[in-house]
């Protein structure tokens, strides 16, 4: 077996390799002198790396994350509503529609008492134009009958 | 996450509490600063929280976590770096609160600290999630979005860096 690489032997002395393979490894180490020294100082590393532990006890942060995770919850459901429904918009949106429908009420009822308020009704004019008259037409639909019968007639190429 | 995802705040309490410790340590440990520690775990958990209902299992769960507590932690460096801190400086800070609290006990935890904080960023990164989150050089690979070859360079010269320093404070502490 040739020497053990180096990010192996680092990965041996964590205790990370594969059972079969840190079998191998270990086999090699204690038959070759080399990778036993090299095995040691990694030991040793690993070791004094060991020494720098990190207390946590007085860094629970579980209750500040449900309380900012709460807030969170509430603040997505109150962007989920329309914005016109959301609290404090609904109160001042119904105050002004109901101003508007008061203001077209009170509109609607003064302006029977305006001057320019009622139109004298025009009664439709009886009197035939003089051009229908002239062609012996009663109303003016009846021109553009003429005009397309006119249009249609089978003499027409003839004249 | 099923329970989150049909709107279960007690879920996310749940999966807090389960989970605060590893995403604490390892955003202080890249961070070297509790108050920025705290707050990249609790957007951490609030950003699990809204992509609960669109979450579908590709990969463990923890590799999920840790990818968004990496992601949040490489904005925080941008923003210190922009800012003109640098870690050096958080940890030499963190360093010499501890010294006055319990300096000999402490001593040899704290040169381990600086000497992980001198490594370059990605160097320290990856040596903390390997030697203190347990990742193999596989899933740091997942977390990072750094191809798997670059994540074993990194840890061989990670290492062989720590190695050096280590020997030295071995020998000043001697």
New interface residues.
């Given amino acids: 077996m040739e020497h053990v690489s ?2 192996e032997l ?2 041996y002395v ?1 205790g ?1 390799l594969s059972a079969s393979r840190h079998e191998e490894v270990r086999k090699h180490i204690t038959a070759c002198e080399e990778c036993s020294g090299r095995w040691r ?2 030991v ?3 070791n ?7 207390d ?1 006890a007085d ?4 209750d ?3 309380a ?3 807030k ?2 509430s603040n997505r459901k109150q962007l989920r509503l329309p914005r016109i429904l959301r609290v404090g918009l609904l109160p001042t949106a119904l105050s002004v529609a109901a101003s508007i429908i008061i203001a077209i009420g009170v509109g609607h009822k003064l302006g029977k008492y305006s001057v320019t308020g009622s139109m004298p009704s025009v009664p439709p004019s009886t009197n035939r134009p003089e051009y229908l008259a002239a062609l012996g037409l009663e109303w003016s639909s009846e021109l553009a009958w003429l005009v397309l019968e006119d249009d249609d007639s089978p003499n027409k190429g003839d004249q | 996450m099923a329970r989150l995802a049909e709107g279960d705040i007690a879920a996310l309490g749940d999966i807090v509490r389960k989970h605060q410790d590893r995403v604490l340590s390892l955003s202080y440990r890249v961070l070297g600063d509790w108050h920025r520690a705290e707050d990249v775990a609790q957007e951490t958990f609030l950003r699990v929280h809204r992509a609960a209902k669109h979450y579908k299992p590709k990969a463990k769960f923890t590799t999920w976590l840790y990818r968004i507590v990496v992601n949040l932690c490489f904005d925080e460096q941008r923003k210190r770096a922009k800012a003109g801190a640098s870690l050096e400086n958080a940890g030499s800070e963190v360093l010499a609160e501890s010294d006055y609290n319990a300096a000999e006990k402490k001593e040899l935890a704290e040169l381990v600290r600086a000497s992980v904080n001198e490594l370059p960023e990605r160097q320290r990164l990856a040596v903390i999630l390997h030697r203190y989150d347990g990742l193999s050089h596989g899933e740091i690979s997942e977390v990072t979005g750094w191809t798997k070859s670059a994540v074993e360079s990194l840890l061989v010269r990670a290492y062989a860096n720590l190695r050096g320093k280590l020997e030295k404070m071995r020998d000043f502490l001697e």
Avoid: M, S, Y
Avoid at chain 1, 48 to 54: E, F, I, K, M, Y
Avoid at chain 1, 59 to 62: E, G, I, L, Q, S
């Fill in positions: 180096k990010i680092i990965e964590a990370r100082g990694a040793e590393t690993w004094a790396l060991g020494q720098w532990n990190v946590t860094h629970d942060v579980a500040k994350i449900i900012r995770a709460e969170a919850e």
